[in-house]
């Protein structure tokens, strides 16, 4: 993983839904990004939704962009 965003989607279910997208230098199989995070983080904390995107938005200060 090169870059990754993760914010928050509201959920009429859950209330919040933590979702990410992320780019990388080569496709990632799924299962094998959320075994790394459940390895450093609390279940709560990873993602439900995870996106590969080819790039993320970025102000022109060269900071990710917080408008999702």
Request: proline fraction near 5%; glycine fraction near 4%.
């Given at each position: 993983?090169?870059?990754a965003r993760v914010?928050?989607?509201p959920s009429?279910?859950?209330g919040t839904l933590l979702c990410a997208e992320y780019t990388s230098l080569l496709?990632?199989?799924e299962p094998d990004l959320r075994s790394h995070l459940a390895?450093?983080?609390q279940a709560h904390k990873i993602p439900r939704i995870m996106k590969r995107v080819e790039?993320?938005?970025k102000t022109r200060t060269g900071?990710?962009?917080r408008n999702v």
């Open positions: 993983v090169v870059e914010y928050g989607r009429s279910v859950v496709p990632l199989a390895s450093c983080l790039s993320l938005a900071k990710l962009s």
